[in-house]
């Protein structure tokens, strides 16, 4: 464990803790305050974060800033975006158990330094390692669970959105209702 930001970035971006760290072009840390109490959790790193060291600025990382933006958040002023994997699987692929259990430990140091009262898993593969390992995510995403202090929420993956804009109504739902939980709970933002 790491007791500060810039030593854990440092020791993450060394990484060579699984196959994914021969194939990155850049090791995806996360972005955002390192103080903000909203933490959003994706699953890993496409294409365009690959290239850009940045998570979620493909197509659907556009789509999540708008999200964003209708409920007055800002991936670079009051909320802190990571991925529970940091460097991207080939062809998008789902990250296998052994990539996300070698990664998992920088996310869980990340989210002790950020002590987040509020995590949103985006995706199921996030909400399945997060929250719940049976979580269905078409039935499940908007519920609230609290544990040890922290309110944890899953919504669809952005992507998931994009293939299938019916899904958008109810992802917009849980967006107005992390509103209304961030207010509930006087987190300012
Ligand atoms: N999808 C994710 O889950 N994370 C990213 O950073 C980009 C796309």
Known sequence: MYDNWEALESACRACQGCDLAQSRTNLVFGVGNPNAKILFIGE???????????????RSGQLLDKYLAAIDLDRHKNIY??????????????PLPEEQEHCIGWLRNQTALLRPKILVCLGRIAAQRIIDPKLRITREHGQWSEYH????????????????????????ADFLSL?????????EI
């Open 179 to 187: 509103r209304d939980k961030i207010q509930e709970l006087g987190i």
């Open 149 to 172: 202090g922290v309110w944890r929420m899953a919504t669809l993956h952005p992507a998931a959105l994009l293939r299938d804009p019916r899904k958008k109504e109810g992802a917009f």
């Open 81 to 94: 975006i990571a991925n529970i994997v940091k460097c991207r699987p080939p062809h998008n692929r789902d």
């Open 44 to 58: 890993g790193p496409g294409e365009q974060e690959d290239l850009k060291g940045e998570p979620f600025v493909g």
